[in-house]
């Protein structure tokens, strides 16, 4: 199992971030070949083009960004010995590998964040360990996973560290476009753009990794978009599958205003139950996690000792603030999933021939086509989105909602 | 694994490596404390990323192994165990602690999702424990305190040969402190910037022991640590990239007045004079033969003033401070009397100690401060 494995469809991306790993290792003077000393010289020079210190990785929500950005940290922290003979960086066994995976590796330190923004307090001490070499001597890596929700003075405290790091530093941004970046953070980083996965190798993916039976992958990839994590949870969780049907029903639902209120209200606490299922989960076990590593005695309830309880409010109030963005996350994959509905609706309508994303749901696809004409369509397509905005700006959730289903029933 | 160690060794080497343990882990492993027996020997190791710490003790090893453990937890039951011996043992993923008729039972955390620690550089030198403690606390009071200017929140060490020099600035003032040292080889010539924060604590920590080995890549191609080791404890730390500003030509040679003043006198009436001085307004200083006046504040706010006998040689002179500023200085000489050095009252003057008025400037520690310029 290699670090690559978990990048689904994007060869290129994987191409150009191997091949950046080993003139990194060339750099850090590496190459197994530094008998003769001019030659690894002129080596150096060709070979460290490859590598730079600051990359912005963009695509598609759930194209894989953060994984990318992860597996290139762990290529770059390989110690495996078959780089000797010319294997891939990034084995994804040595330790270097595992620890930059799960998130321990001393010189990968990984930013994310489960509130709106990213502030300016934060960056400041981005700025000074960007400034420290590497505990390893291989490289620092620094991956800004939301690097999109950086506010613009958060940013700008960054350009200079970003421009120029440390010697050992590297910068790995992750944006869903280069338009989320500020053009003075762009001009600094080099590109790499991931495209949507498609959908067989999604499934591909799914079967390989999970052993979800063939049938299922093909629902869930093709159901999730490209979205793999999504993909995956459609495929796993009876419970979010079901979520997703009941959220497809409201275009047959909105026939008259009241029936169009009860569907907004439904959707929203579809919404608000996939959250909370989701919160559950991690929750539980991070608590677990950092109690047993604070010294907690065993079991709820346990004495914690002194001086830890600044540790475990911050983790609470962390969750607590993952639990609003979690539930605005699914809210709007909701809308995804509806915006994909009526997408389909349009496909049928005018005939194209490519494959249905709600294939299982042909029928109701058919009556909608059937009762409207495409400019409805149209115009529905833009009510999602349109609340999908709304929401962005913080309109209250229901409102929004209803407000689109209403716009649903119109057109 | 199994071992047997004194209570008070234990208690000793978990509280010195669970120091350097993070407050808020950023993953739960770094809460953790290793351990690992082996031939004799036991050793903690505890890492934030940025400082690693690891002592090693005498213990009576049956059975060697490596396990991971809540630094924080055995931290707080090795300090409250009865005075006997103390056996620690693991049980499948559980940790036994057995001492006297007390028994507790840990659970363990991960090893393989342990990171690494860094490597100690290979040691280049001995310094005598307290003196460096002391160098260090000297210079580190000059250091910057703004992570977005990480080069001046660092310590730059220079060694050059037998000489060691520490040197740290804020922009505002310059501390600058020689000390000789043993080095281990002939001609040995390296720089490294530590931050100050570490380096105030590491020195501090280590104090107690008689030497202190510091290890340090030579110059050129660095391992970017610099390592720290004395009795049996060892520490490493990450250092700071970056071009630290070119200190010996700031420093003036020649001085058109020289002043002295008895340090405590002079430490007082600043302190007196500094309280009507609003924050980042200065102390303006006056000096004249035989006295030395202290004000602050001006127009309708408070003001004060305090006379000091002082030593003049050469003109009369005016110069302003920032009060915080000049304390710390002149805390940081540690002498009987303080001597400021002057060219003019916009330019940089230069502070030092004497342990007598008649006697000569103590060259090995400078200390450089800007003055404020005055309005009119």
Same mark, same amino acid.
């Given at each position: ?49 490859? =590598? ?259 540790? =475990? ?99 | ?376």
């Amino acid at each position: 199992m290699s670090v690559w494995d978990d990048l689904v469809g994007q060869e290129q991306v994987v191409e150009q971030l191997v091949a950046a790993a080993r003139s990194a290792r060339v750099v850090l003077g590496e190459s197994g070949r530094s008998g003769d000393s001019r030659n690894s010289g002129a080596e150096e020079q060709s070979g460290s083009s490859g =590598m730079t210190h600051a990359w912005l990785f963009t695509g598609p929500p759930g194209s894989g960004m953060a994984t990318a950005a992860r597996a290139f940290a762990a290529s770059l922290q390989c110690t495996s010995p078959d780089l000797e003979l010319g294997g891939i960086p990034g084995c994804g066994f040595c330790e270097g590998c595992h620890t930059a995976l799960i998130g321990s590796h001393a010189d990968v330190e990984s930013v994310r964040t489960d509130v709106l923004s990213i502030g300016v307090k934060e960056t400041r001490e981005l700025v000074r360990s960007a400034s420290m070499s590497p505990a390893g001597g291989r490289w620092q890596v620094i991956i800004l996973e939301d690097s999109d929700r950086l506010t613009e003075g958060a940013a700008n405290v960054l350009l200079k560290a970003i421009e120029e790091p440390a010697p050992r530093t590297v910068w790995l941004l992750c944006a869903p476009s280069v338009e989320d970046a500020l053009p003075t953070i762009r001009s600094r980083c080099r590109l790499l753009v991931l495209r949507t996965p498609p959908v067989a190798a999604v499934a591909d993916v799914l079967v390989r990794r999970d052993g979800i039976e063939p049938e299922m992958a093909a629902f869930a990839a093709r159901a999730a978009q490209g979205h793999i994590g999504r993909a995956r949870r459609l495929a796993l969780d009876a419970g979010a599958r079901e979520r997703r049907a009941e959220v497809l029903k409201l275009p047959l639902r909105v026939a008259d205003l009241g029936a169009c209120l009860a569907g907004a209200q439904s959707l929203v606490d579809a919404a608000a139950a996939d959250a909370k299922q989701v919160a559950e989960e991690v929750d539980t076990r991070e608590t677990e996690e950092l109690r047993a590593a604070l010294g907690a005695a065993a079991g709820v309830g346990g004495r914690m000792p002194r001086g830890t309880a600044g540790a =475990m409010k911050e983790l609470e109030d962390r969750q607590k603030r993952r639990a609003t963005r979690t539930q605005r996350d699914s809210l709007d994959r909701a809308l995804i999933d509806l915006s994909s509905f009526y997408r389909d609706v349009l496909a049928v309508q005018f005939g194209a021939a490519g494959e249905l994303s709600n294939e299982e749901m042909r029928q109701a696809v058919e009556r909608v086509a059937g009762e409207s004409r495409p400019e409805a369509t149209l115009r529905r397509i833009e009510a999602v989105l349109a609340c999908r905005t709304a929401l962005e700006r913080n309109v209250a959730p229901l409102l929004a909602v209803e407000a689109m289903a209403v716009a649903l029933r119109a057109g | 694994m199994k071992f047997r160690v004194e209570r008070d060794v234990l208690a000793e080497a978990v509280a010195w490596a669970a120091r350097s343990l993070p407050a808020r882990p950023p993953v739960p492993v770094l809460a953790g404390l290793l351990l690992a027996a082996d031939e004799g020997k036991l050793s903690l190791s505890g890492f934030d990323y940025e400082v690693s710490a690891r002592v090693e003790t005498e213990a009576d090893v049956e059975e060697p192994g490596t396990v991971l453990v809540s630094g924080r937890l055995l931290a707080d039951i090795s300090r409250s165990l009865p005075n006997r011996p103390v056996e620690i043992s693991t049980d499948g993923v559980r940790v036994i602690v057995v001492c006297g008729s007390s028994r507790f039972t840990l659970p363990t955390l991960p090893v393989d999702e342990y990171p690494a620690l860094p490597q100690m550089p290979t040691v280049s030198g001995t310094v005598p424990g307290e003196a460096f403690a002391a160098a260090v606390a000297q210079v580190a009071t000059a250091a910057g305190r703004d992570d977005t200017l990480p080069v001046l929140t660092g310590v730059r060490v220079e060694i050059e040969g037998d000489r060691v020099t520490l040197a740290a600035t804020d922009r505002y003032r310059f501390a600058v402190r020689d000390l000789m040292w043993k080095p281990e080889q002939e001609g040995l010539s390296a720089v490294a910037l530590v931050p100050a924060k570490t380096l105030l604590d590491t020195a501090k920590s280590l104090s107690a022991g008689d030497v202190v080995s510091i290890a340090l890549a030579g110059s050129g191609k660095g391992e970017g640590l610099i390592g720290f080791e004395g009795a049996g404890r060892r520490t490493t730390t990450r250092l700071l990239e970056g071009e630290f500003p070119k200190f010996r030509a700031l420093f003036p040679t020649e001085f058109n007045s020289v002043a002295t003043v008895p340090t405590p006198a002079f430490v007082e009436a600043v302190k007196r004079v500094s309280l009507v001085a609003e924050r980042n307004t200065p102390v303006r200083l006056s000096f004249e033969q035989g006295v030395l006046t202290l004000e602050a504040g001006s127009g309708d706010d408070a003001q004060a003033t305090e006379r000091v006998e002082a030593d003049l040689e050469g003109d009369d002179i005016s110069i302003a401070f920032n009060p915080a500023y000049l304390l710390d200085g002149l805390a940081a000489i540690d002498a009987a009397v303080a001597q400021l050095s002057f060219t003019t009252s916009t330019k940089p003057a230069l502070l030092s100690g004497k342990h007598a008025p008649d006697a000569e400037a103590d060259e090995a520690y400078k200390y450089l401060i800007m003055p404020v310029r005055l309005s009119g």
